[in-house]
């Protein structure tokens, strides 16, 4: 489970995130839209622990972030938009360090090698180094960090940002997957298709404020399009 | 804690890995280990040739003294003439360089890792009653610091190359994770930045540190006989504490630059400006700082000394030097008899001449001694702004090329010397005829090692400073990293 407390986040003086009040149950894929600098990533910093609430809270699966920083990211996985990897090594010996990161001891390669082809990695592309890949095959080897870590919550920065239709498409479905199992997921995205397909409950941000929330079953793609648009109308 | 223990080794075989693929470690273990082994070369070759020096020396020593006791023997014999200059039944032959020993400071097993100053200063000296002016001080007197510069050899390579190797292979350990967008995926796994940098720089440290201490040792045990002596041991591992503290402590300057958080670009610059600083300006610094608060005695002021008191001798015996050659033709008055030889005037007169000057300048050598051990105190007590003079005086302490025991080597001439003098002299004022029996009798130099206490210490606290050091830049280090934004 995510779930922030009246988060207030500044850099610098500049306010990031105010009074934030968000929370991702087990199960749950929630689905952030907003321009940049709304401080969705800045969110997604605080349940890493990375930036420091100025006041209010952090809480991964029940874990107050600034309390137990190590601990509460044992809980949760991350991707980014860009999953940057060791170049000089291959798939599978990246994915052999984060997994060890992750969990504290080595899997063994058969089980690495099954989170790859689970994230849609061909055997013969996770033994080629890194600086051969693609962004797509990139960002398949954060999917299988993240699988590898068996984390409650899953923590995405504009996952599918540069990947074609079809990858885009497989990760859906992988969250879909993990969310099946329990895991609570918060993404952030430009895209609104795809949150309205990906996503459980969908929330608008603009400057730090979490403006209004969706039932992604319940808000029609028009319906959602139209208040995203209004927002960002009203910031410009 | 947990995480330091949990993660650490992963770390440091996920940066293995790295190092290995990308081939930069095995280009630094090479340029360090093609380096050493110049270095090493270059000691062992110094070495020997002092040895090989030293053993021709008493061979010569040894056979002058069986060809001057069998001429003298054959003298009293009447089956030889004795020579003018070079009478072996003259004590003023034989004290002032007929019968001269050679003073020696043998070389220590690990003498080939840091020449230091030996091949500045002499390991021997030839000692005659001759004025100390003539053989003690014909070389440069200065400041230890000046006398540093030499051969390459391996403490040069470990005091100034391998920081540079360590820097090649640090200067970016975090920022380059930063600027290649590694570092916020990596962090967001349950490990603290100071484990990943510590992990990062382990693997670093112990192949090129390993390298820097062990390759040398294994190259003396293999091509420098007398490293294998037990009583070596020691000195060895002083000499492997010393090199991993002082890698240690660059390790700790490599983990501060990290953990500021500035580009790898500016690490290199700030790192770079450090070694510079460090190994280059504060050296100069602290000789310039040193030999203005000591002031070595003028050399011009020693030589002129020398020649009054010279003219003054010339003058105070100007009859005794006044008198004839008539010993070159009368071969019987070099002859000894019933115990007694008529000693040439004018010889006589050499040696007062030569005891009178030692005399008269002692209160001047005596400065330059007070001096050089001033500023060597004043090196000792505040080397510790540079490591690299803290290492560099420690190393060359246990090679036993440092100037401490080259000082030490000096004591034990001047009283060598003035034994040398005392021996001769009532035989040169007596006019006493040397016997057989006195060329057994006349002193020899036999060396004293300097207390092994001294050198203990003197050891200790250099690995002291070396470790204070490193470790004070650790707590800054570990300071800033609590302060470090990941994003």
Known sequence: ????????????????????????????????????????????????????????????????????????????????????????????????????????????????????????????????????????????????????????????DEPTSGLDPSAANEFSLLLRQAASRGVAILTTTHDLFHAKQTGTRIGIMRKGHLLVEFDSVAVSHEELEAAYLEHMRVMQ | MNSLFKHLPLVFRHEWRLLLADRSLWLTLGILCAVLAYGLFNGITATEARTTTQVRLQIQEADAAVRNVDLLRRIFEDKANPEPFANPANPANVGSGLAARYAMMPALPLAPLALGQSDMLPDHYKI???????????????????????????????????????????????????????????????ITLSTLLAGKLLARALPLLAGAALLPIVALLLFFPPARQVDALPQMMGWIALVLAYGLFWFALAAFVNALRTSSANNALLLISAWVVLTLIAPVIVNLAVSTANPAPSRVELATQTRLVTIAGLNRYNELLSTD??????????????????????????????????????????????????????????????????????????????????????????????????????????GQAMTESDYADIPRFVWQEESARQRWTDLAKRLFQLLLLAAILSVLAIVFLRRYRVV
């Not at chain 1, 991707?79 to 052999?96: A, C, H, K, T, W």
């Not at chain 2, 003539?134 to 540093?148: A, C, H, K, T, V």
């Open chain 1, 1 to 156: 489970m995510l779930e922030t407390h009246d988060l207030c986040v500044e850099y610098d003086g500049a306010v990031a995130l105010q009074s934030l009040n968000i929370r991702v149950d087990p199960g749950e894929i929630y689905c952030l839209l907003g321009a940049n600098g709304a401080g969705k990533t800045t969110l997604i910093n605080a349940f890493l622990g990375f930036v420091e609430p100025a006041t209010g809270s952090v809480h991964v699966n029940g874990l107050d972030v600034s309390r137990y920083p190590l601990e509460s990211k044992q809980g949760a996985a991350y991707i980014p938009e860009q999953v940057m990897l060791y170049s000089v090594l291959s798939g599978i010996e990246n994915l052999d360090y984060f997994a060890a990161l992750a969990t504290g001891r080595r899997l063994p390669k058969a089980r690495l090698m099954a989170l790859l082809v689970q994230a849609g990695l061909s055997e013969e592309a996770a033994s080629r180094r890194i600086s051969t890949y693609s962004k797509g095959m990139r960002q398949k080897v954060g999917i299988a960090i993240a699988l590898a870590k068996g984390a409650k919550a899953l923590l995405l």
């Open chain 2, 128 to 190: 005659s009653y001759r004025n100390k002016t003539s053989f003690l001080y014909d070389g440069e007197i200065e400041n230890p610091w000046n006398l540093m510069s030499g051969r390459l050899d391996a403490v040069f390579v470990v005091i100034y190359l391998l920081p540079l190797l360590i820097i090649a292979l640090s200067y970016n350990v975090l920022s380059v994770e930063r600027e290649q967008g590694m570092m916020k995926l990596v962090l967001s796994n349950p």
């Open chain 2, 325 to 430: 050659y008539r010993y070159t033709t009368n071969l019987e008055t070099l002859r000894p008899k019933d115990g007694k030889l008529d000693i040439p005037e004018r010889l006589r007169a050499f040696y007062l001449m030569d005891r009178d000057v030692d005399a008269e300048i002692s209160s001047l050598l005596d400065r330059f001694d007070i001096q050089v051990a001033s500023q060597q105190a004043l090196v000792d007590r505040f080397g510790f702004v540079s490591p690299a003079i803290v290492a560099f005086e420690g190393i060359t302490g246990l090679s036993g090329n440092g100037s401490r025991r080259f000082q030490h080597f000096k004591e034990q001439i001047d009283t060598f010397h003035e034994n040398w003098r005392g021996y001769f002299q009532p035989k040169v004022l007596g």
